[in-house]
């Protein structure tokens, strides 16, 4: 199985790379892009990062936190709960991307 932290890390430099780059559409799009990507990875690898909105317009990534597993194939009632600190947050989410992979 591949190891969560060492694909994390790798998708982690890329986006700080792309968020160097002067902003326009064309980056944030590559940083959604590579945010997807980075999701599929981490799930593939058994992890469960989440890109949280706190319903007043800003976003944060959120990789801790608790929820019910669920027992059945394909899609199931869930009840997830994260503690996301304050400077955590972002205006976009973006740069709340930026933010998670300059912390890593």
């Known amino acids: 199985m591949p190891n969560?932290?060492?694909?994390?890390?790798?998708?982690?430099?890329?986006?700080?790379?792309?968020?160097?780059?002067?902003?326009?559409?064309?980056?944030?799009?590559?940083?959604?892009?590579?945010?997807?990507?980075?999701?599929?990875?981490?799930?593939?690898?058994?992890?469960?990062e989440s890109l949280i909105n706190d319903d007043r317009g800003y976003w944060a990534i959120a990789s801790n936190g608790t929820q019910n597993v669920p027992m059945k194939q394909g899609p199931a009632d869930i009840q997830t709960t994260f503690f996301i600190k304050a400077k955590d947050f972002a205006k976009t989410p973006e740069d709340a991307l930026i933010k998670w992979a300059k912390g890593f």
């Open 4 to 48: 969560i932290k060492d694909n994390a890390e790798k998708i982690a430099l890329e986006i700080i790379q792309l968020s160097q780059i002067k902003p326009n559409k064309d980056a944030k799009g590559m940083i959604r892009a590579r945010f997807c990507d980075f999701m599929q990875r981490i799930m593939n690898c058994g992890g469960c």
